[in-house]
């Protein structure tokens, strides 16, 4: 540990060397923005001072010239082409629509570098966007992972340590609208959780909102992640082929008709059915951990257990159609296919005293599939009015089949089965009076159908049915107005919606507010109001391996819509290579359903009379800090969250407030990135508040039952550890149209054993025929390597 720690130290003091400069630009004539750039970098620009008029231009930090190229590209559509490296021609862009900047609002306006590299700041509605292809090296990731990238924000954690199950300012991983190229989500992780479902290697953008949402994002009331494939013709071929030691992937950009017609499609594969890597097992010990596929879980001194069958694999596959008839035109077909399989099957042989050993055979099947379809027309009507059109499908399904046998007499089965049915489309209109006004105002339409079953059987005479099949049709309108001038941005909403199957309407107001004090000073405010009609809930008793308990269901006369309310106010420092981001929330939920077994307190059990729901509230307020220095090419930042999230159920703890389940009081980041000729260097440490757990504080011997004291009252061991990085590029090829990269990754370097989940259970194998209670506790990752070799043609 001692030898980490002054690793770590030299690290942090490593030598920086680059050509950054200090730049402060605010509303700036072009003009002198050239002059100083020449001055300060030691270059000459050659132009037609006509494409300079009457143009301004924004920055404030620390960038290096091909940086402040880069920024003049997006902002004032001027390319750049270097002749040598003192001499550099600008021109006007004329691959671009050249309407107003405003115009050009989906593709909002981008502050410097948020944290590092590949991660930019939207002006106009303060949502982050994150570019894969772009993105610099994260510490613990050897390549970039959709979702788990988002994890290095403020504001956003994953108690659970999965990349898909993220947390966003006290929300919960159902209540995120998730996005592929406008297709919804209900599955967005391979291997439960531990990896995204997303191919970044097709990703152009993620876009994710905290708060402030644009009012064209409806049905959830957390966070929001737009993720989108690029809507950019290739030019030539483009093909990578890559591999580590869990999956495999390849990826296809091919332009079909130049400048017309393009085609883009991926696919990935783990081959953990073929070959067990040494990530594998480690992730495989997390995620099995105290379930039949550790070794029998709960097994005594009279027990063998004997393993026969466990294959595991995931894939998923990408194909996007792209045409461009004219300029004034795009149309896109996306699809994408998500699925995880997991086969297994076991013997555990008992011996009794007095008689002949029994074997217990059992089989356990679980099918996870997300498939989706979109189609997006965008047109431009004018030089002021845009027309965008989507229609999407999106089908969920979750099957787990349970079967065991015990002697030639005793069969025991189990289905259950969870699906929905979404489809959708949306029309909007956007129109641009000029630069610093702009209006978008559209209609969506959702309908959802979800269906679940959950079928048990004892020796044919024995059966229980548990279903459901729900149908919902959502009608929304939404309006927006953006303002864009000098030191204000200011984007109002106003979400409108009718749910016909419960006879309901809603209304969503939303804001968001940015004003510039100086060039260095800025501060901003967001309120929105939120509605959800869908949700996931726990239950216990439908997975006997201990994964993926849960079941998405609609509202109802039963099951109340979510709604949530979330203020936030802020402000934003720059300078000289620093950034101070600091953002204070406050949001209140009501509506949250819960299934009564799940509570961990006593007098809550369901009984067959009653309610099976309890339905309650919750209040989320926090602090999220960002601190970030760059200093030529190191880069430094500290995210930290100082929240609380309190649950109110009128039926658990006596009504008052407990902590909710994930509630963190503290997460804290540290990240480090340096980047020298070819090699990429990132190492990082976090550290957090353990989760909330209940206490037991007896056995109810009469009810077989274990008594809990009060809820959440007590909490795991402080989670922290430290993950490190190193990537090589190169190119494979002497024409240089072949490059590679080898990558290495170590998830918690020191191998601390992080509890995230502690439960408990009876047992009631003791000599006495009395129950007792065993302790199970859940661990992180230990220290866990990875290995990345990649093509790119």
Do not use: C
């Amino acid at each position: 540990m001692k030898k980490v720690f002054i690793i770590f130290i030299l690290f942090l003091n490593f030598p920086l060397f680059a050509q950054n400069q200090n730049l402060v630009y605010q509303e700036e004539s072009l003009v002198t923005v050239i002059k100083d750039l020449e001055e300060k970098f030691s270059v000459r620009f050659s132009f037609n001072s006509e494409i300079l008029e009457g143009k301004t231009f924004n920055f404030s930090g620390e960038a290096s010239l091909d940086d402040i190229l880069n920024l003049l590209e997006k902002q004032v559509l001027i390319s750049s082409q270097k002749i040598d490296e003192s001499n550099i021609i600008l021109k006007k862009d004329e691959s671009a629509i050249l309407l107003t900047q405003a115009f050009n609002l989906d593709e909002v306006l981008l502050n410097a570098e948020y944290l590092t590299v590949g991660f930019d700041k939207n002006e106009d509605d303060g949502s982050i966007k994150v570019s894969p292809s772009k993105l610099g090296i994260l510490p613990g990731l050897t390549e970039p992972d959709v979702l788990q990238s988002l994890q290095m924000l403020p504001g956003i954690s994953s108690p659970t340590e999965t990349a898909s199950d993220i947390h966003i300012r006290g929300g919960t991983p159902d209540q995120n609208l998730v996005l592929w190229d406008g297709i919804k989500m209900y599955h967005q992780g391979h291997f439960f959780g531990q990896i995204s479902a997303f191919n970044p290697y097709i990703t152009e953008t993620i876009n994710v909102f905290r708060s402030g949402t644009s009012a064209k994002y409806g049905d959830r009331i957390s966070g929001v992640v737009d993720i989108r494939s690029s809507e950019e013709l290739p030019d030539s071929l483009e093909a990578g082929i890559g591999i580590n030691l869990v999956h495999a992937d390849v990826f296809i950009k091919a332009p079909l008709v130049k400048n017309k017609l393009s085609l883009t499609t991926s696919a990935r594969r783990s081959y953990s059915d073929i070959l067990n890597s040494i990530t594998f097992q480690k992730m495989s010990n997390k995620v099995f951990q105290n379930t039949k596929i550790d070794g029998g879980g709960t097994l005594t001194a009279d027990t063998e257990f004997e393993e026969l069958k466990n294959r595991f694999y995931f894939t998923d596959y990408n194909l996007k159609l792209l045409w461009k008839p004219n300029e004034k035109h795009t149309l896109s077909f996306s699809s994408l296919w998500v699925t995880n399989k997991l086969d297994y099957k076991s013997k555990t042989t008992y011996t009794f005293e007095g008689s002949e050993p029994s074997d217990l055979n059992s089989a356990d099947d679980l099918d996870l599939t997300n498939n989706g379809f979109n189609f997006k027309w965008d047109a431009t009507l004018s030089d002021h009015v845009k027309l965008n059109t989507t229609g999407y499908i999106s089908n969920y399904t979750s099957a787990y089949f349970y079967e065991d046998t015990f002697g030639p007499d005793d069969l025991y089965k189990s289905n259950t089965a969870n699906e929905i049915k979404d489809k959708g489309f949306t029309i909007g209109l956007q129109y641009a009076q000029n630069k610093h006004h702009v209006f978008r105002l559209g209609y969506d339409m959702s309908s959802n159908d979800i269906i679940y079953q959950i079928d048990t059987d004892y020796n044919n005479s024995n059966p229980f049915l548990d279903k459901d099949d729900d149908k919902l049709n959502l009608h929304s309108l939404f309006t927006e107005y953006v303002y864009l001038q000098n030191k204000w941005t200011f984007q109002a909403g106003l979400r409108a919606s009718k749910i016909s199957s419960l006879n309901k309407s809603l209304i969503e107001p939303r804001l968001y507010i940015n004003r510039k004090l100086n060039n260095f000073w800025d501060i901003k405010a967001s309120y929105e109001t939120k509605n959800q009609t869908i949700s996931k809930v726990l239950s216990t008793n439908q997975n006997y391996l201990g994964l993926g308990n849960s079941l998405w269901v609609l509202a109802d006369n039963d099951r109340p819509i979510m709604n949530s309310k979330q203020f936030s106010i802020g402000f934003l420092f720059e300078e000289q290579g620093w950034k101070l981001d600091v953002d204070a929330y406050y949001k209140k939920t009501k509506g949250l359903t819960a299934l009564k077994e799940i509570f961990n307190t006593a007098g809550v059990q369901p009984d067959d009379d009653a309610d099976s729901f309890n339905k309650g509230k919750s209040e989320s307020f926090g602090i999220d800090f960002l601190v970030k220095k760059q200093v030529k090419d190191f880069r430094t930042w500290l995210s930290y969250s100082l929240s609380k999230t309190n649950y109110f159920f009128d039926e658990v703890n006596n009504g008052k407030a407990y902590l909710g389940n994930f509630d963190q009081t503290h997460v804290l980041s540290l990240s480090n990135t340096y980047k020298y000729n070819k090699f990429q260097f990132s190492l990082g440490w976090s550290i957090s508040t353990g989760k909330p757990y209940t206490n037991p504080k007896g056995v109810n011997q009469d009810a077989n039952l274990i008594d809990y004291d009060e809820q959440n009252a007590l909490r795991l061991k402080t989670y922290h550890k430290l993950d490190a990085s190193v990537v090589y590029d190169f190119l494979f090829s002497k024409k240089n149209n072949v490059k590679g990269r080898i990558g290495f990754s170590v998830i918690n370097i020191y191998d601390r054993k992080n509890e995230l989940e502690k439960t408990f259970r009876l047992d009631s194998s003791s000599n006495n025929n009395s129950v007792r209670i065993v302790e199970q506790t859940n661990f992180g990752l230990g220290i866990t390597p990875n290995l990345v070799f990649r093509l790119n043609f």
